[in-house]
């Protein structure tokens, strides 16, 4: 895979804020917890 690291980085993000968040929000409140998060990350 060519953007590997990247890859595994995005996807842990998105994992966290799954396991923080749960079900049931809109999906806004999850693409700014997602920038939150990548923030927080350097991703």
Not at 14 to 20: A, N, T
């Amino acid at each position: 895979m060519i953007y590997e690291d990247e890859s595994y980085a995005i996807n842990g993000a998105m994992i966290e804020v799954s396991k923080q968040l749960g079900s049931g929000f809109l999906e806004k409140v999850y693409q700014e917890a997602l920038m939150i998060e990548f923030q927080c990350k350097n991703v």
